[in-house]
């Protein structure tokens, strides 16, 4: 028997500073006297993970042990960000290691500030994967995430004469977060053909044969929960030819090139990740690299599954997998397939394991999002799931029939099967028939998947198939970590950092926000935060802004229907007002600085064109002698996980301003507000369900309501369309190319004027000009202002990731925590 090894306790900050020399001097073979900020960087993530591999293992030990059901989160993306500070303060350790790191002469925020993003994701759909495995984390569940181990993630953004200009974000140079396992390798199939004979009892056996092999490699992450010996693991699986290196047959026969093509061609799947966000292309690669992911992760669950010798009925008490959003739909196939041509059981017995294991969550209503496959490719590609797929179908179909024998248009409009020319696999109907629940994101998301794309589905399976768990954020990051100042001071008042594991706690904020030295306190941090803002942006683009001017903010990906164009041509009228302003007019008016920030994808052409204007209004603007501090425009380049958490404490109010019904939820909305910031946003996503908790009078809300986009859109369409007075003189100016050739910014003006204005920018334009308007007056009264913010932050507390994930766990995964003896 051996003696268990025991990790450093880092009970002084002495302690943690010996364990970072001896990674210096030792792991990187470097002497304290070249030690730079990245070599510091290295040792202290290394001297930390130590800490947190043994927590990991005891988790897993404990879960192997307990052989608790599991939860499985499916995610093609995981927008983590940097681990390492995440990682101190998940395990209370900053202090001391803050100190360690003083004593070697280095300034921890420096240290922090060096690690790469983990960018494996577009935006709200991948950074809502990483508060949830915080959560899970946090509150004890035995759970998984799955997802790919891109070695490229999303582009990084550079700005180039005002245009976006992509550059590949390369992050694996040196990752202390990741374990390789090349002990779990799992051969994934693709291509060949589908052979069928009957076996000697007469039952029709269907053998997926020939094609080629890739292996999936395992790459682990430890997922530390805040003040708990729970680490959960999140899996991502990366793509390596079958025949190692490069084939050597054909590398003998004087092929080379071949066979190193083999190879890449194999290593291209995990390669990089799709930068679209909310557009679906149907590229053979993506879909490669989706039956990759869930393939691998199928096997590696079932196989942890087949260890505890469970009979196959049982399979759906142990595992709950929850898809997120249709990308992993093909593992509802995959399992199929394994319980019938692997497992040989049932079709019927197969597919009730299959539904009772699965949960899909909806994540956007647009169109153009919703994945269809064509049949061809599929057909081509994993020639056993589209047999399987149609057979799906078939019992699904005649199910229908039965149920709604008279409604022969029905079975057409809920076919897995779309009967166009190719003819395509709709997923998220094939995820719909494959799963016991599927959730919204939002209430008001929720309800319009009912009543709209999934509306024959309520008719087929009944309302109660459908739910609502609304998007959450994880205080931990997005207020202890980002806004540590914020949070000293709530925990001062509310007992301590309590309240990060119960966030209604934040209620007893209340009978602070007519305090007048809680709310000096309170602005003072705001006050800090925004010169910190101010500083990166005199850093990055060389403007000087005014910390005590009003920040305006819009930071998220750039989409048309997010109305970051609106934002901006109200910007124009704002600069239009303010030149035609007296001076005694200027003095009454509050400066303004809008900032904005966000990635268009590379091939979205309109967005790039958003992202222009922005950047060529700010060069006028900022140099007009005539504005002065009276209002700045900046665009923020290159906004992710690690700028966001500069960037949501500095604000003032954010906007939140896509049109109605558009926007599934949101989350950076909730950020903001719990950082003290307000809101100006629509009646869209859970801006309502903000306004619900936060009362009325704390939210600037604008524009036309949900219900009322249909109508709107026909009128443009077919009656008569007029557009806003004040935007025909914002388009005005553009055309006297104020800001600019006019011509590079034909298309935005035309959208609206020309071509049904889908959007309708010009129908909420007014709405938001005079909100807008209600801001500054609203600003000008600081002390009402701060007052507003007290009370939001106070009522926040529902939007925790944590009530969202009990909620899953109640609602759709039916599962408990597993509590470790004791809790930190
Ligand atoms: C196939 C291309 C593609 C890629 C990503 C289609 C759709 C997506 C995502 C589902 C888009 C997305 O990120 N949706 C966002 O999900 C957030 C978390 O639920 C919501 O808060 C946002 O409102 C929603 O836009």
Redesign the pocket.
């Known amino acids: 028997a051996w003696k268990k090894f025991q990790p450093k306790e880092f009970a002084t900050p002495e302690e943690f500073e010996s364990e970072v020399v001896r990674h210096v001097e030792t792991t990187l073979a470097r002497s304290m006297f070249n030690c730079d900020e990245t070599a510091a960087y290295a040792a202290t993530s290394l001297a930390l993970r130590d800490r947190l591999i043994m927590e990991w293992n005891q988790t897993q030990q404990r879960h192997t042990f307990a052989d608790n059901k599991r939860i499985y989160y499916l995610s093609l993306e995981f927008l983590m960000g940097r681990a390492l500070d995440n990682a101190m303060l998940n395990v209370g350790k900053k202090e001391v290691a803050k100190e360690g790191l003083l004593d070697l002469g280095f300034r921890i925020e420096d240290i922090i500030s060096q690690e790469h993003d983990a960018a494996l994701g577009?935006?709200?759909?991948?950074r809502?994967a990483a508060c949830f495995l915080d959560s899970m984390a946090s509150l004890n569940y035995p759970a998984w995430g799955y997802g790919l181990r891109y070695r490229y993630g999303i582009f990084k953004q550079e700005i180039v004469d005002g245009y976006q200009v992509e550059v590949p974000d390369y992050w694996l140079d040196f990752n202390p977060w990741e374990f390789p396992r090349h002990d779990i390798v799992v051969d994934i199939q693709f291509f060949g053909h589908v052979r069928k004979y009957e076996d000697d009892d007469g039952k029709p056996i269907s053998v997926w044969e020939g094609g080629e092999i890739v292996k999936a490699v395992a790459y682990d992450v430890p997922i530390p929960g805040f003040k708990t010996a729970t680490t959960n693991n999140l899996r991502l699986w990366s793509s390596k030819a079958a025949s190692g290196e490069f084939d050597f047959q054909k590398f003998n026969s004087g092929d080379y090139e071949s066979a190193v093509a083999e190879t890449q061609r194999a290593e291209t799947i995990s390669a990089v990740l799709?930068p679209?966000?909310?557009?679906?292309r149907g590229k053979e690669l993506r879909l490669k690299q989706q039956y990759f992911w869930v393939a691998a992760s199928l096997y590696d669950i079932v196989r942890r599954f087949k260890k505890s010798k469970r009979p196959w009925n049982e399979f759906p008490d142990q595992v709950a997998i929850q898809l997120n959003?249709t990308?992993p739909t093909l593992a509802i196939v995959e399992l199929q397939r394994i319980l019938i041509d692997l497992e040989k059981l049932e079709w019927d017995e197969a597919w009730s394991i299959v539904t009772k294991t699965f949960g899909y969550t909806n994540?956007?209503v647009l169109p153009e999002?919703l994945?269809k496959w064509s049949v061809p490719l599929m057909q081509n590609l994993l020639p056993r799931h589209l047999l399987i797929i149609y057979e799906i179908n078939l019992y699904f179909l005649q199910s229908v029939e039965r149920k709604f024998p008279k409604d022969r248009d029905l079975l057409g409009r809920v076919s897995i099967i779309e009967e166009s020319q190719p003819k395509m696999v709709r997923m998220a109907f094939l995820a719909i028939v494959g799963s016991h629940k599927v959730n919204g994101?939002a209430e008001l998301h929720s309800d319009l998947i009912k009543s709209t794309i999934f509306k024959d589905f309520v008719k087929v399976f009944g309302p109660d198939k459908f739910t609502n768990v609304t998007?959450g954020i994880t205080p931990r990051r997005w207020l202890h970590q980002a806004n540590p100042r914020l949070s000293e001071l709530i925990a001062s008042k509310t007992g301590g950092l309590g309240y990060l594991k119960d966030l209604n706690i934040l209620n007893e904020l209340e009978k602070y926000a007519d305090d007048k030295e809680f709310k000096k306190e309170w602005a003072e941090i705001k006050y800090a935060n925004k010169v910190r803002l101010a500083k990166h942006i005199k850093e990055t683009t060389g403007v000087t802004v005014n910390p005590a001017a009003l920040f305006d903010i819009q930071v998220k990906r750039i989409h048309e229907y997010k109305r970051q164009q609106m934002n901006i041509f109200g910007v124009i009228h704002r600069y239009l007002t303010i030149k035609a302003m007296t001076p005694e007019e200027k003095k009454k008016l509050a400066p303004r600085v809008s900032i904005f920030g966000g990635k268009a994808a590379p091939g979205y052409w309109m967005a790039k064109t958003i992202i222009h204007l922005i950047n060529s209004v700010g060069a006028v603007v900022n140099n007009d002698k005539d504005v002065g501090d009276l209002l700045k425009v900046i665009f923020v380049e290159d906004y992710n996980v690690s700028k966001a958490e500069i960037i949501v404490p500095a604000s003032d109010i954010s906007e939140h301003i896509s049109t109605a019904g558009t926007?599934?939820?949101?989350?950076s909305n909730m950020k903001f507000v719990l950082n003290g910031g307000l809101i100006i946003g629509t009646c869209d996503?859970?801006n309502i369900e903000i306004t619900r908790e936060i009362g009325e009078s704390n939210i600037f809300l604008f524009g036309n309501l949900a219900e009322e986009v249909e109508d709107l859109r026909h009128t443009h369409n077919y009656g008569e369309h007029i557009i806003d007075p004040a935007l025909l003189q914002v388009f005005a100016e553009i055309r006297k190319n104020t800001f600019g050739d006019a011509e590079s910014f034909t298309a935005l003006v035309s959208a609206i004027e020309d071509h049904g204005d889908y959007y309708l920018v010009s129908d909420d334009f007014n709405s938001y000009i005079q909100t807008q308007a209600l801001v500054d007056e609203a600003y000008k009264n600081q002390d009402e202002w701060i007052t507003k913010t007290i009370l939001s932050v106070a009522r926040m507390g529902f939007f925790s990731s944590d009530r969202c994930i009990n909620e899953y766990a109640e609602s759709i995964w039916n599962t408990e925590p597993l509590n470790p003896e004791e809790d930190k």
Request: cysteine-free; charged content about 20%; overall charge negative.
């Open positions: 577009n935006g709200g759909l991948g809502l799709y679209n966000d909310n557009l679906e959003d990308h994540h956007t999002a994945e994101v998007n926007e599934a939820s949101g989350t996503g859970a």
